[in-house]
């Protein structure tokens, strides 16, 4: 093996998230070709058959990992800074999606894509429900694959599909499952050796009829798909959504459960109880009316989330901000629950190692993908990041994983590997042309807003006669 092919990243403050380790230690990570092949305090190589990167002064922790975000939605980034959920469903579902061009989609999945590395997440599920076509599914591909991320292609149907939701008669004339979805599969994923792999993000009870929901199971089951599906939406909870599958035995460990935020402690039990994994993007739930955040509720039965972003039309893809959301919402809840009871609380109730562990072991395991990624592992891919402690925001170092969720963000990211691979270095993204994606975003968003008659400087989209009431 080369040295061009064999990386020692040398005397960094290492958060492993590997229980085989200390919490943070300084030391040094051997990788070799795609896999991280040692890790130790101290790591003698011969510097001539070893590309030696020298790293005092910085944490690398493992990559970040986005369990749930609607990429296709990058080129209305913050334009629904100030929409609700309903406002939400209405703008996207109803109005943009189903404008978007095959080379729409392919824009703006490269632009959101190359936002996710540049904040050090390293793989992302791309819950996708804007596969109008079968070109626009064959353009997603393209996309993740040219991206040099490590993406699950949630496949969730077309947007016109979910805008039957809004329509009075919802229900009535909901789609059945694509089959193209097969010939993706077939066509794109038939090697276990590559950075995409296939999921599908299903609609669930929620948004279709249980018929649907039977269908989209029986598909994901018979083709071997994990399922990641939308539940406890604010008040679209109360048609209790997890107690109508497992009435049907479609509950299982191959499903991802997002949000939660409305769910009966029976629905969360449920979950818990047949072993799936759950998914939270916490600043988006609290923005955009879901309900309150159920991070504590799922902790309280067992199961340790993940953490997502969610939409990039009212909240950054900062993994940093997402995590102190996670952190600050959390606490809050358990300590306010102590309060109340007239103690005062004698210790956080949640750490940040703890959100750490969420926002990347957590985050694979809900993708199916933590044998292969997710913590600083001898054996696994070197999926990674660095992050640059001699700014004014993180002088000096006292606590790793402190830093990293308290006062860390994406200018802090110094480096960024996938696979062992650089994509940012030395804080610039590797192969993508910053003038490039400058154009690109600006064209995408031009000719998106000019079709759905969207405004910038703060566009609210009319309700009209939707009722997305249950």
């Not at 072991?361 to 001699?390: F, W």
């Amino acid at each position: 093996m080369s040295a061009a092919e064999r990386t020692l990243l040398r005397g960094a403050t290492i958060v492993a998230v590997d229980p085989n380790y200390p919490s943070e230690f300084v030391g040094d990570i051997l990788i070799e070709g795609q896999v991280i092949k040692e890790i130790a305090p101290r790591i003698e190589v011969d510097p001539g058959a070893v590309r030696v990167v020298e790293l005092e002064g910085r944490i690398i922790t493992p990559g970040f990992v986005d369990t749930h975000r609607h990429i296709w939605q990058t080129p209305f980034r913050y334009a629904g800074a100030d929409w609700t959920i309903v406002q939400y469903a209405v703008a996207m579902w109803g109005m943009a999606g189903p404008i978007y061009t095959p080379e729409d989609q392919y824009a703006a999945l490269r632009l959101g894509l190359a936002d996710a590395l540049n904040a050090g997440v390293t793989q992302v599920y791309d819950w996708n429900h804007n596969v109008n076509t079968p070109d626009h599914a064959d353009e997603t591909v393209r996309a993740h694959r040219d991206s040099g991320a490590r993406v699950v292609f949630g496949y969730g149907q077309g947007s016109p599909d979910w805008a039957t939701f809004l329509d009075p008669e919802v229900g009535v004339s909901t789609p059945p499952p694509s089959d193209d979805i097969e010939r993706i599969l077939n066509q794109y994923y038939s090697s276990a050796d590559q950075l995409t792999t296939l999921g599908l993000a299903a609609r669930g009870p929620e948004v279709s009829p249980i018929e649907v929901v039977q269908l989209e199971t029986a598909q994901a089951r018979r083709l071997g798909l994990r399922q990641s599906i939308h539940i406890g939406n604010g008040s679209w909870a109360h048609i209790r959504p997890v107690r109508m599958m497992q009435n049907l035995g479609l509950l299982g460990e191959d499903i991802t459960w997002i949000h939660g935020n409305g769910l009966y402690d029976e629905d969360l039990q449920l979950i818990a109880d047949s072993g799936g994994k759950a998914s939270c993007a916490p600043e988006l739930e609290s923005h955009m009316a879901h309900g309150p955040v159920a991070i504590r509720r799922f902790l309280d039965r067992g199961v340790r989330p993940s953490l997502s972003v969610d939409t990039c039309t009212n909240v950054s893809g900062d993994m940093f901000a997402i995590m102190r959301a996670a952190l600050a919402m959390t606490r809050a809840d358990y300590q306010n629950a102590e309060i109340a009871e007239g103690r005062d609380p004698s210790s956080a109730a949640l750490k940040t190692s703890d959100v750490i562990e969420f926002a990347t072991l957590r985050g694979a395991e809900s993708n199916g993908l933590d044998q292969i990624t997710g913590t600083l592992t001898p054996g696994k891919q070197a999926d990674l990041v660095v992050i640059d402690t001699n700014a004014p925001n993180l002088l000096p170092l006292n606590y790793a994983a402190g830093a990293v969720v308290m006062g860390a963000h994406p200018g802090n990211v110094e480096h960024v590997l996938v696979a062992g691979r650089f994509v940012k270095r030395d804080f610039e993204l590797v192969g993508i042309d910053g003038a490039w994606l400058r154009r690109e975003a600006d064209a995408v968003r031009d000719r998106l807003f000019e079709r759905v008659g969207a405004t910038r400087g703060g566009w609210i989209p009319g309700l009209g006669d939707a009722d997305v009431s249950r």
